[in-house]
């Protein structure tokens, strides 16, 4: 989901570094 991939890379500026692309949760 686009939106989805927005949203976690949103977070991933954040901070959120184990997130990556294709590694939903």
């Known amino acids: ?3 989805f991939i927005l949203a ?3 977070n991933v500026a ?3 570094v ?4 294709g ?3």
């Open 1 to 3: 989901d686009l939106l």
């Open 8 to 10: 976690r890379t949103a």
């Open 18 to 21: 184990l997130w990556v692309p």
């Open 14 to 16: 954040e901070g959120d």
């Open 23 to 25: 590694g939903e949760r």
